[in-house]
């Protein structure tokens, strides 16, 4: 696959990673709480999991599930439900300073990421417009989506570093318990709103 024909795909890839989304803000609630060790499982479970969805989709899957409405609206819930979950028991976490989490606080971890992504509707439409804009047709699609994957992978990796980072900045200037309690109670509700407000668009 010549380089030239990938420039549209590295730019899909990159605003796909980079803007706010739950996982965006996961990353960010998890390294300013707990350092960006902590981040490090939920960026590599995302990006492995997203990558794996595009390979599932270009293998015919992805055409079967648009064709069943019910399933997709049941994943959409699936999905609403679990990140409502994940919003309260960020909200309702026990006050402490930034990084001096104990080890009761919920963290999402590599599976929980990787999971996120299959129930997340936004992650299965990323994969079907990957296959059927970037892919193309006929014999030679599933190994263009294979590479497609993996260079999806590589431009996620470091999009969602820089939101680990911006957390584990945003966590010096939480000195206190209580400045930490406003931003866990922020990064809940964005991440409530984020979840329900799929179901609009």
Avoid: D, Y
């Avoid at 696959?1 to 605003?15: E, R």
């Avoid at 990558?51 to 409405?69: E, H, K, N, R």
């Avoid at 992504?117 to 599933?142: C, H, I, R, T, Y």
Wanted: net charge positive.
């Amino acid at each position: 696959m010549p380089f030239s024909s990938l420039l549209p795909f590295l730019l899909f890839a990159f605003v796909a990673s980079i803007t706010p989304g739950p996982t965006n803000l996961l990353v960010l609630s998890n390294s300013t709480r707990f350092g960006i060790k902590a981040a490090l499982p939920i960026i590599f479970g995302a990006s492995a999991s997203a990558a794996t969805l595009v390979l599932v989709v270009a293998s015919g899957l992805g055409q079967s599930i648009s064709a069943m409405p019910l399933f997709k609206h049941t994943l959409q819930w699936a999905g609403i439900a679990w990140l409502t979950c994940l919003a309260w028991k960020i909200f309702s976490a026990p006050v402490t300073a930034p990084l001096q989490a104990n080890s009761q606080q919920p963290r999402l971890g590599l599976w929980g990421a990787a999971s996120l992504q299959w129930v997340n509707p936004k992650s299965w439409m990323m994969a079907l417009a990957v296959v059927s804009v970037f892919a193309g047709q006929g014999a030679e699609q599933q190994s263009r989506a294979q590479v497609l994957a993996l260079v999806f992978f590589l431009v996620s990796l470091p999009c969602l570093g820089m939101w680990a980072l911006l957390g584990v900045g945003s966590a010096r200037l939480l000195k206190t318990a209580r400045a930490m309690q406003r931003f866990n109670r922020c990064m809940a509700l964005l991440l409530l709103m984020s979840a329900w407000l799929s179901l609009f668009l």
